[in-house]
């Protein structure tokens, strides 16, 4: 399983961004997939998560929604509204052994891709 992060990069407080997932190696509507952050000197928290029978769960408050397009085997994280507390290097999971209740973190991680927000 591959998964590869892009979208993230720099915007004023208020801004937005769409972070993307590709996904190869499996299928993103198969499993458990999610959207995960880490601020500096913090834990890894779930941002949001999607089963395949699409029920979405959130972790933080914000503006975020998670969605997935299943014929370009792609995850999305549309942020709206940022906060300076939202900097984080944002990453994709994958959790293909979970298909009904999604877990509040992930077994399979990418690379990350980094928001940061200021004021």
């Known amino acids: 399983v591959q998964l590869v992060e892009s979208g993230g990069g720099s915007v004023q407080a208020g801004g937005s961004l769409r972070l993307s997932c590709s996904v190869s190696g499996h299928t993103v509507s198969s499993s458990c997939m999610g959207w995960f952050r880490q601020a500096p000197g913090k834990g890894r928290e779930k941002v949001a998560t999607i089963n395949p029978d699409g029920i979405r769960r959130y972790g933080v408050i914000g503006e975020f929604t998670i969605s997935r397009d299943n014929a370009k085997n792609t995850l999305y994280l549309r942020m709206r509204d940022l906060e300076p507390e939202d900097t984080a290097m944002y990453y994709c999971?994958?959790?293909?052994?979970?298909?009904?209740?999604?877990?509040?973190?992930?077994?399979?991680y990418g690379q990350g891709t980094q928001v940061t927000v200021s004021t």
């Open positions: 999971g994958a959790d293909p052994g979970r298909t009904t209740v999604c877990a509040d973190y992930a077994p399979i």
